[in-house]
């Protein structure tokens, strides 16, 4: 006879009655732009990793009057949120995601409270605890209670460590403090990551998602970027409208310096001629800015093509590609001059 520990059977009980799937990634920043830097970290998980991401999100803020404010969606990912301008300046943001159709309300997953902080985490952070509270917010009333992020973490997953919970919280003052229960922990496909540093913090958790590369760091990266204007080895550049093809003898990518996309060329022919979807910028092509060879790309960008032409269908946000950056490209090495871009550097 196998006996429960407590907290075990109510992880296990709860979800079974709930039929929830576990939620794969949560991340929370603090600092200027912290809404872009966690926005940046969700859209770099689902660029880079393979498993339950893209679907369901919970976008959370505190604004400028350190109010809670939520945006939702079941399916689409982070995109799917249109997030406004004034919540990705936001100096207080979080976010939870996973696969799709996840049980209402979904805020449950990243609660906050106002003037206190937010709580986000993965797999199941809403498990019940004490007096069948959620484990999250067990942690927000500790933090209202005046403990640190920290502190209110390890108490309450001390109380439970056989729950499938691992959690962030951030106070309204910007700390943040992380944690995974000790079941959690013993898990082979776990990965997390924290970097602060003056008034900028970011931190993430996240489990089942796999992908080639260190993907905990990378999406730190990408989140430190937006927060600190900093450059980091992963990268985001984006394809803000239609830009030229051109055959060349290896597959290049032209960006500007503020990482915008302003041509292409490829070694394959079909391309140059392709009226579809299709791979434009395929992985592994070299990123040139200002006549350097700046990194290389790692995903792909899938997307509409007319002859001679890499297209932004109209209407649609612009579209992203991750690339890693060489931390030696800052000697000029120009392409060959048959194989450049006229126009193509900027």
């Known amino acids: ?17 709930n039929r929830i799937e576990t939620m794969t990634i949560g991340v929370a920043a603090s600092g200027q732009k912290a809404g872009a830097a966690v926005r940046a970290a969700v859209l770099g998980a689902e660029l880079l990793g393979r498993g339950a991401i893209g679907g369901f999100v919970v976008f959370a803020i505190l604004d400028e009057n350190r109010r809670v404010r939520h945006r939702v969606t079941q399916r689409g990912g982070i995109e799917a949120l249109n997030l406004p301008e004034t919540w990705l300046a936001a100096q207080s943001a979080a976010a939870i995601s996973s696969g799709p159709d996840r049980p209402e309300p979904l805020e449950q997953f990243l609660p906050g ?11 199941l952070p809403n498990t019940p605890g004490v007096n069948d509270i959620p484990l999250n917010q067990a942690v927000l009333a500790r933090l209202a209670a005046g403990q640190t992020p920290q502190e209110a973490i390890t108490a309450v997953l001390c109380e439970f460590p056989e729950a499938d919970a691992g959690m962030i919280a951030m106070n309204a003052c910007g700390e943040i403090g992380t944690g995974n229960s000790a079941r959690v922990m013993r898990r082979s496909d776990c ?19 796999f992908s080639q590369g260190p993907l905990a760091e990378r999406l730190i990266d990408l989140a430190w970027s937006c927060l600190t204007g900093e450059s980091t080895d992963t990268r985001l550049l984006y394809l803000h409208d239609t830009v030229p093809i051109h055959l060349s003898t290896n597959d290049r990518v ?7 996309i302003t041509a292409v060329e490829s070694a394959n022919l079909r391309l140059q001629s392709a009226n579809r979807r299709t791979t434009g910028i395929y992985l592994g092509s070299e990123i040139w800015q200002s006549g350097r060879l700046i990194g290389r790309a790692i995903t792909e960008l899938f997307t509409e093509t007319s002859p001679g032409w890499l297209c932004k269908p109209p209407g649609s946000p612009p579209l992203p590609l991750v690339i890693e950056a060489f931390r030696n490209a800052g000697k000029a090495a120009h392409p060959p001059q048959s194989q450049a871009i006229k126009g193509g550097s900027h």
């Open 113 to 123: 409270l106002d003037n206190i902080g937010l709580v986000t985490g993965h797999r």
């Open 191 to 209: 990965g997390g990551a924290e970097r602060t540093s003056g008034g900028s913090s970011v931190a993430l958790l996240h489990n089942s998602i």
């Open 254 to 260: 032209h960006v500007k310096n503020d990482g915008t």
């Open 1 to 17: 006879m196998v006996t429960l520990h407590t907290d075990h059977a109510s992880s296990l009980l709860y979800a079974a009655a």
